[in-house]
Protein backbone atom coordinates (compact mmCIF):
# COMPACT_ATOMS: atom_id res chain seq x y z
CA UNK A 1 0.00 0.00 0.00
CA UNK A 2 1.62 3.45 -0.83
CA UNK A 3 4.75 2.05 -2.77
CA UNK A 4 3.74 3.89 -5.92
CA UNK A 5 3.94 7.40 -3.53
CA UNK A 6 6.29 10.14 -2.84
CA UNK A 7 5.57 13.06 -0.63
CA UNK A 8 7.45 15.92 0.38
CA UNK A 9 7.02 18.80 3.00
CA UNK A 10 8.24 21.97 4.39
CA UNK A 11 8.02 25.21 6.14
CA UNK A 12 8.62 28.57 5.46
CA UNK A 13 8.74 31.44 8.01
CA UNK A 14 5.96 34.37 7.02
CA UNK A 15 6.12 36.44 9.81
CA UNK A 16 6.38 40.27 8.84
CA UNK A 17 7.86 43.55 10.34
CA UNK A 18 5.58 44.73 13.16
CA UNK A 19 4.63 47.72 11.36
CA UNK A 20 2.52 44.90 8.85
CA UNK A 21 -0.93 46.61 9.56
CA UNK A 22 -2.96 43.81 11.29
CA UNK A 23 -6.11 42.52 9.21
CA UNK A 24 -9.02 42.37 11.91
CA UNK A 25 -9.54 43.73 15.48
CA UNK A 26 -7.87 46.86 16.18
CA UNK A 27 -7.13 49.26 13.55
CA UNK A 28 -3.50 49.71 15.17
CA UNK A 29 -0.26 48.29 13.89
CA UNK A 30 0.43 44.87 15.70
CA UNK A 31 2.33 45.16 19.27
CA UNK A 32 3.95 41.94 19.55
CA UNK A 33 4.70 38.48 17.92
CA UNK A 34 2.97 36.03 20.01
CA UNK A 35 2.81 32.88 17.56
CA UNK A 36 5.33 32.83 14.41
CA UNK A 37 3.54 32.85 11.06
CA UNK A 38 3.82 30.03 8.83
CA UNK A 39 3.46 28.17 4.85
CA UNK A 40 3.43 25.02 5.07
CA UNK A 41 3.64 22.96 1.91
CA UNK A 42 2.49 19.25 0.38
CA UNK A 43 4.11 17.61 -2.26
CA UNK A 44 2.81 14.24 -3.56
CA UNK A 45 4.02 12.34 -6.78
CA UNK A 46 2.95 9.27 -7.63
CA UNK A 47 5.20 9.25 -11.17
CA UNK A 48 2.76 10.62 -13.19
CA UNK A 49 1.06 13.15 -11.58
CA UNK A 50 2.03 16.01 -9.11
CA UNK A 51 0.13 18.11 -6.92
CA UNK A 52 0.67 19.89 -3.95
CA UNK A 53 -1.60 20.96 -0.80
CA UNK A 54 -0.09 24.42 0.31
CA UNK A 55 -1.55 26.02 3.91
CA UNK A 56 -0.93 29.83 4.92
CA UNK A 57 -1.02 31.51 8.25
CA UNK A 58 -3.82 34.29 7.34
CA UNK A 59 -7.00 35.11 7.66
CA UNK A 60 -8.61 35.19 3.97
CA UNK A 61 -7.52 36.15 0.68
CA UNK A 62 -8.92 36.82 -3.19
CA UNK A 63 -7.53 35.17 -6.33
CA UNK A 64 -4.29 37.13 -6.52
CA UNK A 65 -2.35 35.10 -3.99
CA UNK A 66 -3.55 32.00 -5.69
CA UNK A 67 -2.50 32.83 -8.86
CA UNK A 68 1.13 34.66 -7.34
CA UNK A 69 2.16 31.21 -5.77
CA UNK A 70 1.11 29.45 -8.60
CA UNK A 71 3.05 31.42 -11.07
CA UNK A 72 6.32 31.47 -9.31
CA UNK A 73 5.63 27.84 -7.98
CA UNK A 74 5.11 26.29 -11.70
CA UNK A 75 8.51 28.70 -12.84
CA UNK A 76 10.70 26.77 -10.02
CA UNK A 77 9.15 23.18 -10.22
CA UNK A 78 7.68 20.99 -12.71
CA UNK A 79 4.03 20.78 -10.83
CA UNK A 80 1.23 22.36 -12.63
CA UNK A 81 0.02 25.76 -11.36
CA UNK A 82 -3.35 23.95 -11.53
CA UNK A 83 -2.65 21.37 -9.63
CA UNK A 84 -1.79 23.32 -6.55
CA UNK A 85 -4.15 24.43 -3.90
CA UNK A 86 -3.87 27.57 -1.68
CA UNK A 87 -5.72 27.65 2.15
CA UNK A 88 -5.79 29.72 4.61
CA UNK A 89 -5.50 28.46 7.92
CA UNK A 90 -8.18 31.48 8.63
CA UNK A 91 -5.74 33.04 11.68
CA UNK A 92 -7.34 36.51 12.36
CA UNK A 93 -4.58 37.69 13.68
CA UNK A 94 -2.54 37.42 10.60
CA UNK A 95 -0.87 39.97 8.91
CA UNK A 96 -2.81 42.12 6.33
CA UNK A 97 -2.99 40.71 2.96
CA UNK A 98 -6.32 42.44 1.74
CA UNK A 99 -7.07 46.09 2.19
CA UNK A 100 -10.38 45.91 3.75
CA UNK A 101 -11.92 48.40 5.93
CA UNK A 102 -15.36 47.50 7.65
CA UNK A 103 -17.76 50.37 6.09
CA UNK A 104 -19.71 49.47 9.92
CA UNK A 105 -16.79 51.48 11.36
CA UNK A 106 -17.01 54.49 9.18
CA UNK A 107 -20.76 55.64 9.49
CA UNK A 108 -21.32 53.00 6.64
CA UNK A 109 -19.56 54.34 4.09
CA UNK A 110 -17.18 52.15 1.85
CA UNK A 111 -13.04 53.70 2.01
CA UNK A 112 -12.02 53.23 -1.56
CA UNK A 113 -8.96 51.94 -2.49
CA UNK A 114 -7.82 52.35 -6.02
CA UNK A 115 -5.45 49.72 -5.92
CA UNK A 116 -3.65 47.62 -3.47
CA UNK A 117 -1.87 49.68 -1.08
CA UNK A 118 2.10 49.76 -1.30
CA UNK A 119 2.56 48.04 2.12
CA UNK A 120 0.16 45.13 1.07
CA UNK A 121 1.65 44.82 -2.22
CA UNK A 122 5.53 45.04 -0.78
CA UNK A 123 4.25 41.84 1.89
CA UNK A 124 2.52 40.00 -0.71
CA UNK A 125 5.62 40.10 -3.06
CA UNK A 126 7.41 38.64 -0.68
CA UNK A 127 4.26 35.90 0.82
CA UNK A 128 4.52 34.42 -3.22
CA UNK A 129 8.27 34.10 -2.72
CA UNK A 130 8.07 32.41 0.75
CA UNK A 131 5.42 30.46 -0.48
CA UNK A 132 6.66 29.00 -3.57
CA UNK A 133 10.15 28.33 -1.86
CA UNK A 134 7.77 26.18 0.25
CA UNK A 135 6.62 24.03 -2.76
CA UNK A 136 10.22 24.06 -4.00
CA UNK A 137 11.82 22.62 -0.82
CA UNK A 138 9.04 19.95 -0.58
CA UNK A 139 9.28 19.20 -4.19
CA UNK A 140 13.03 18.77 -3.22
CA UNK A 141 12.29 16.19 -0.24
CA UNK A 142 10.16 13.41 -2.13
CA UNK A 143 10.41 10.05 -0.59
CA UNK A 144 8.39 7.31 -1.17
CA UNK A 145 5.88 6.59 1.37
CA UNK A 146 2.80 5.20 2.84
CA UNK A 147 -0.29 7.07 4.41
CA UNK A 148 -2.58 6.18 7.66
CA UNK A 149 -5.76 7.74 8.68
CA UNK A 150 -8.05 8.65 11.06
CA UNK A 151 -10.68 10.74 12.90
CA UNK A 152 -11.41 11.63 16.33
CA UNK A 153 -14.06 13.55 18.34
CA UNK A 154 -13.10 17.07 19.82
CA UNK A 155 -15.36 18.03 22.21
CA UNK A 156 -15.59 21.44 24.32
CA UNK A 157 -13.43 23.79 21.42
CA UNK A 158 -16.44 25.09 19.02
CA UNK A 159 -19.47 25.94 19.82
CA UNK A 160 -21.98 26.42 16.67
CA UNK A 161 -24.33 29.47 16.52
CA UNK A 162 -27.96 29.66 17.45
CA UNK A 163 -30.81 29.96 15.27
CA UNK A 164 -33.44 32.45 17.71
CA UNK A 165 -36.83 32.34 17.14
CA UNK A 166 -37.51 36.00 15.90
CA UNK A 167 -35.07 34.58 12.81
CA UNK A 168 -31.93 36.60 14.05
CA UNK A 169 -28.99 34.60 14.57
CA UNK A 170 -26.25 34.41 18.16
CA UNK A 171 -22.72 34.07 16.23
CA UNK A 172 -20.77 32.82 19.78
CA UNK A 173 -17.11 34.32 20.06
CA UNK A 174 -15.50 35.61 22.94
CA UNK A 175 -17.52 38.44 23.60
CA UNK A 176 -20.93 37.10 22.64
CA UNK A 177 -21.01 33.94 24.18
CA UNK A 178 -24.41 32.25 25.17
CA UNK A 179 -25.02 33.59 28.72
CA UNK A 180 -25.91 37.09 26.71
CA UNK A 181 -29.35 35.58 25.28
CA UNK A 182 -32.47 33.97 26.59
CA UNK A 183 -32.25 30.47 25.97
CA UNK A 184 -35.62 29.79 26.03
CA UNK A 185 -35.24 32.33 22.57
CA UNK A 186 -33.11 29.89 20.84
CA UNK A 187 -35.19 28.32 17.65
CA UNK A 188 -32.32 25.74 17.14
CA UNK A 189 -28.11 25.17 17.00
CA UNK A 190 -26.73 24.94 13.93
CA UNK A 191 -25.48 21.26 12.51
CA UNK A 192 -22.04 21.27 13.88
CA UNK A 193 -19.57 18.38 13.20
CA UNK A 194 -16.23 18.33 15.72
CA UNK A 195 -14.20 15.75 13.88
CA UNK A 196 -10.45 16.03 13.41
CA UNK A 197 -9.21 14.53 10.60
CA UNK A 198 -5.51 13.35 10.40
CA UNK A 199 -3.88 11.71 8.06
CA UNK A 200 -0.16 11.02 8.41
CA UNK A 201 2.80 9.98 5.74
CA UNK A 202 5.23 7.59 6.88
CA UNK A 203 8.81 6.76 4.89
CA UNK A 204 9.77 3.17 4.40
CA UNK A 205 11.41 2.85 8.11
CA UNK A 206 8.30 3.77 9.89
CA UNK A 207 9.37 7.74 10.06
CA UNK A 208 6.89 10.31 9.99
CA UNK A 209 7.76 12.65 7.13
CA UNK A 210 4.63 14.67 7.34
CA UNK A 211 1.01 15.07 8.22
CA UNK A 212 -2.62 16.43 7.20
CA UNK A 213 -4.77 17.59 9.19
CA UNK A 214 -8.57 18.66 9.23
CA UNK A 215 -10.93 20.35 12.01
CA UNK A 216 -13.91 22.63 11.62
CA UNK A 217 -14.02 25.36 13.99
CA UNK A 218 -12.63 29.32 13.53
CA UNK A 219 -9.24 29.75 14.27
CA UNK A 220 -10.15 33.04 15.85
CA UNK A 221 -9.13 32.56 19.57
CA UNK A 222 -6.90 36.08 19.26
CA UNK A 223 -8.64 37.81 17.13
CA UNK A 224 -9.41 40.85 18.83
CA UNK A 225 -6.05 41.34 20.20
CA UNK A 226 -2.68 43.36 19.00
CA UNK A 227 -0.46 40.65 18.79
CA UNK A 228 0.44 38.47 15.38
CA UNK A 229 -0.26 35.05 15.85
CA UNK A 230 -1.33 31.45 14.41
CA UNK A 231 -3.59 31.21 17.14
CA UNK A 232 -4.72 27.71 18.05
CA UNK A 233 -4.00 26.05 14.78
CA UNK A 234 -0.86 27.40 14.70
CA UNK A 235 -0.18 25.98 18.09
CA UNK A 236 -1.20 22.86 17.64
CA UNK A 237 1.18 22.22 14.33
CA UNK A 238 4.09 23.77 16.26
CA UNK A 239 3.32 21.03 19.09
CA UNK A 240 2.93 18.34 17.03
CA UNK A 241 6.10 19.27 14.94
CA UNK A 242 8.28 19.87 17.76
CA UNK A 243 7.25 16.58 19.53
CA UNK A 244 8.46 14.62 16.25
CA UNK A 245 11.44 16.76 14.92
CA UNK A 246 13.56 15.45 12.16
CA UNK A 247 11.89 18.19 9.64
CA UNK A 248 8.78 16.75 10.17
CA UNK A 249 5.50 19.24 9.16
CA UNK A 250 2.04 18.95 9.94
CA UNK A 251 -0.49 21.04 8.31
CA UNK A 252 -4.03 21.81 9.85
CA UNK A 253 -6.59 23.26 7.27
CA UNK A 254 -9.61 24.65 8.07
CA UNK A 255 -12.46 22.30 7.61
CA UNK A 256 -16.16 23.36 7.20
CA UNK A 257 -16.04 26.39 10.20
CA UNK A 258 -18.35 28.88 8.99
CA UNK A 259 -20.41 28.52 11.44
CA UNK A 260 -18.91 27.56 14.62
CA UNK A 261 -16.51 29.96 16.72
CA UNK A 262 -13.74 28.64 19.63
CA UNK A 263 -16.37 29.84 22.28
CA UNK A 264 -17.13 25.90 23.74
CA UNK A 265 -14.26 27.03 25.81
CA UNK A 266 -15.79 29.63 28.48
CA UNK A 267 -19.66 30.01 29.57
CA UNK A 268 -19.23 33.80 29.88
CA UNK A 269 -18.97 36.65 27.43
CA UNK A 270 -14.56 37.65 28.40
CA UNK A 271 -12.26 40.44 26.99
CA UNK A 272 -9.83 40.22 24.02
CA UNK A 273 -6.65 39.38 26.37
CA UNK A 274 -8.27 36.59 27.93
CA UNK A 275 -9.56 35.23 24.53
CA UNK A 276 -6.02 35.51 23.52
CA UNK A 277 -5.06 33.35 26.55
CA UNK A 278 -6.83 30.60 25.62
CA UNK A 279 -5.44 29.94 22.41
CA UNK A 280 -2.77 27.56 24.19
CA UNK A 281 -5.68 26.03 25.69
CA UNK A 282 -7.25 25.16 22.83
CA UNK A 283 -4.27 24.26 20.89
CA UNK A 284 -3.19 21.72 23.52
CA UNK A 285 -6.20 20.21 23.39
CA UNK A 286 -6.15 19.44 19.70
CA UNK A 287 -2.37 18.18 20.16
CA UNK A 288 -3.52 15.88 22.60
CA UNK A 289 -6.61 14.56 20.17
CA UNK A 290 -3.51 13.94 17.91
CA UNK A 291 -1.66 12.14 19.83
CA UNK A 292 -4.27 10.06 21.06
CA UNK A 293 -5.32 9.60 17.20
CA UNK A 294 -1.92 8.51 16.13
CA UNK A 295 -1.76 5.34 17.04
CA UNK A 296 -4.84 4.12 15.76
CA UNK A 297 -4.41 5.79 12.49
CA UNK A 298 -4.88 2.82 9.90
CA UNK A 299 -3.45 2.46 6.46
CA UNK A 300 -4.92 3.40 3.43
CA UNK A 301 -4.51 3.08 -0.31
CA UNK A 302 -2.16 6.11 -1.59
CA UNK A 303 -1.87 4.43 -4.90
CA UNK A 304 -2.34 7.20 -6.85
CA UNK A 305 -2.43 10.96 -7.38
CA UNK A 306 -4.94 13.09 -9.59
CA UNK A 307 -6.11 16.69 -9.76
CA UNK A 308 -9.45 18.53 -11.34
CA UNK A 309 -11.17 22.35 -10.89
CA UNK A 310 -13.77 24.49 -12.19
CA UNK A 311 -14.31 27.69 -12.65
CA UNK A 312 -18.02 28.35 -11.23
CA UNK A 313 -20.08 31.38 -11.52
CA UNK A 314 -22.20 32.38 -8.19
CA UNK A 315 -24.38 35.03 -8.53
CA UNK A 316 -24.11 37.90 -5.32
CA UNK A 317 -27.25 37.85 -3.43
CA UNK A 318 -29.50 40.88 -3.92
CA UNK A 319 -30.16 43.40 -2.29
CA UNK A 320 -26.36 43.05 -1.54
CA UNK A 321 -25.63 44.09 1.72
CA UNK A 322 -23.15 46.71 2.37
CA UNK A 323 -20.10 44.27 3.53
CA UNK A 324 -20.50 42.10 1.08
CA UNK A 325 -20.73 45.35 -1.65
CA UNK A 326 -16.95 45.99 0.22
CA UNK A 327 -15.73 42.77 -0.03
CA UNK A 328 -16.62 42.76 -3.99
CA UNK A 329 -15.05 45.94 -3.97
CA UNK A 330 -12.07 44.75 -2.18
CA UNK A 331 -11.83 41.63 -4.56
CA UNK A 332 -12.24 43.56 -8.09
CA UNK A 333 -9.41 46.01 -6.41
CA UNK A 334 -7.15 42.89 -6.34
CA UNK A 335 -7.60 41.78 -9.63
CA UNK A 336 -10.58 39.24 -9.50
CA UNK A 337 -12.47 38.03 -11.76
CA UNK A 338 -16.41 39.54 -11.56
CA UNK A 339 -19.24 41.05 -13.27
CA UNK A 340 -21.48 43.23 -12.02
CA UNK A 341 -24.39 40.04 -11.10
CA UNK A 342 -21.25 37.85 -9.80
CA UNK A 343 -17.83 36.55 -9.41
CA UNK A 344 -16.29 33.90 -10.94
CA UNK A 345 -14.36 31.22 -8.53
CA UNK A 346 -12.58 28.06 -8.19
CA UNK A 347 -13.57 24.89 -6.53
CA UNK A 348 -10.58 22.24 -6.16
CA UNK A 349 -10.37 18.56 -5.47
CA UNK A 350 -7.10 16.82 -4.92
CA UNK A 351 -7.02 13.22 -4.54
CA UNK A 352 -4.33 10.72 -2.64
CA UNK A 353 -5.84 7.04 -3.44
CA UNK A 354 -8.88 7.20 -1.09
CA UNK A 355 -8.73 10.23 -0.25
CA UNK A 356 -10.25 13.65 -1.31
CA UNK A 357 -10.05 16.94 -0.25
CA UNK A 358 -12.25 19.32 -1.35
CA UNK A 359 -10.74 23.23 -1.69
CA UNK A 360 -14.15 25.45 -1.11
CA UNK A 361 -13.67 29.26 -1.93
CA UNK A 362 -14.94 30.44 1.27
CA UNK A 363 -16.15 29.44 4.97
CA UNK A 364 -18.23 26.91 4.71
CA UNK A 365 -20.92 26.07 6.54
CA UNK A 366 -20.86 21.85 8.18
CA UNK A 367 -24.52 21.26 6.01
CA UNK A 368 -22.92 21.55 3.08
CA UNK A 369 -19.80 19.77 4.10
CA UNK A 370 -21.98 16.71 5.05
CA UNK A 371 -23.77 16.42 2.23
CA UNK A 372 -20.63 16.82 -0.44
CA UNK A 373 -18.87 13.68 1.92
CA UNK A 374 -22.75 12.18 1.25
CA UNK A 375 -22.47 12.11 -2.50
CA UNK A 376 -18.30 11.49 -2.57
CA UNK A 377 -17.39 8.14 -3.88
CA UNK A 378 -14.21 8.18 -1.97
CA UNK A 379 -14.09 6.45 0.94
CA UNK A 380 -12.33 9.35 2.81
CA UNK A 381 -13.45 12.75 2.10
CA UNK A 382 -12.36 16.48 3.74
CA UNK A 383 -13.69 19.73 3.00
CA UNK A 384 -11.48 22.84 3.14
CA UNK A 385 -12.83 26.23 3.75
CA UNK A 386 -10.63 29.05 2.32
CA UNK A 387 -9.14 27.40 -0.48
CA UNK A 388 -7.80 29.53 -3.46
CA UNK A 389 -10.33 32.74 -3.18
CA UNK A 390 -12.65 34.30 -0.62
CA UNK A 391 -16.23 34.92 -0.90
CA UNK A 392 -16.73 34.33 2.19
CA UNK A 393 -19.43 32.77 3.91
CA UNK A 394 -20.63 29.90 1.62
CA UNK A 395 -24.40 28.91 3.77
CA UNK A 396 -26.65 26.24 2.92
CA UNK A 397 -30.23 27.67 0.79
CA UNK A 398 -32.25 27.42 3.79
CA UNK A 399 -30.76 30.24 5.85
CA UNK A 400 -31.51 32.40 2.97
CA UNK A 401 -35.14 31.51 3.22
CA UNK A 402 -35.22 32.29 7.00
CA UNK A 403 -34.01 35.29 6.94
CA UNK A 404 -36.07 36.74 4.12
CA UNK A 405 -39.06 34.86 6.38
CA UNK A 406 -38.01 36.34 9.66
CA UNK A 407 -36.45 40.36 8.30
CA UNK A 408 -34.01 39.70 10.23
CA UNK A 409 -30.16 39.87 8.96
CA UNK A 410 -27.77 36.70 9.77
CA UNK A 411 -24.22 38.20 10.73
CA UNK A 412 -23.22 35.63 8.16
CA UNK A 413 -25.26 36.57 5.39
CA UNK A 414 -24.00 39.89 5.81
CA UNK A 415 -20.54 39.33 4.46
CA UNK A 416 -21.76 36.31 2.35
CA UNK A 417 -21.09 37.09 -1.32
CA UNK A 418 -23.09 34.56 -3.40
CA UNK A 419 -27.14 33.90 -3.05
CA UNK A 420 -28.80 31.35 -2.02
CA UNK A 421 -27.94 29.35 -5.30
CA UNK A 422 -24.41 28.69 -4.06
CA UNK A 423 -25.21 25.28 -2.24
CA UNK A 424 -26.66 23.84 -5.35
CA UNK A 425 -23.48 25.12 -7.46
CA UNK A 426 -21.04 23.69 -5.13
CA UNK A 427 -23.04 20.01 -5.35
CA UNK A 428 -23.43 20.62 -9.03
CA UNK A 429 -19.78 21.00 -9.23
CA UNK A 430 -18.25 18.46 -7.68
CA UNK A 431 -20.25 15.71 -9.15
CA UNK A 432 -18.20 17.10 -11.90
CA UNK A 433 -14.63 17.18 -10.28
CA UNK A 434 -15.93 13.60 -8.41
CA UNK A 435 -15.83 12.06 -11.75
CA UNK A 436 -12.95 13.53 -13.50
CA UNK A 437 -10.43 12.66 -10.77
CA UNK A 438 -11.84 8.55 -10.14
Known amino acids: ?32 VVGQLFVRATVFDDG ?16 NITEGIRALAGKWTDIPPEHILVCATHTHSGAKVIDYDDPYDYGGVIVEYNEISEGTRLYLEMLYRWAASAIFLADSRLKPVVGKIGEISVPNIGRPRARMKDGSVASFT ?11 QIES ?8 RV ?21 ALAMGWTTLDSDFFGWAMDRTEEEIGKRFVFSLMAGPEGNVHPAGLTEKSISAEEAASLVPVAGNILYEKIKEIWNNLELFRTDSVSCARKEVYFPVQQPTPIRAKNYLYRRKT ?56 ELSYLMPEHEYKRDKESGKMNVQKEFAIPDETAEARIYEAFKELFEKVK
Open 48 to 63: KTKAAIVVLDISEFFP
Open 199 to 219: AVFEDMKGSPVCGLANFGCHN
Open 189 to 196: FSFYDDTL
Open 1 to 32: MGKELRVGAAKYNITPALDQARRLGPKELATD
Open 174 to 184: YADNIDNIDKK
Open 334 to 389: AGGKQDDKGVFSELQIIRIGELAILGLCGEVFHEIAFNLRKISPFKYTWVTSLCND
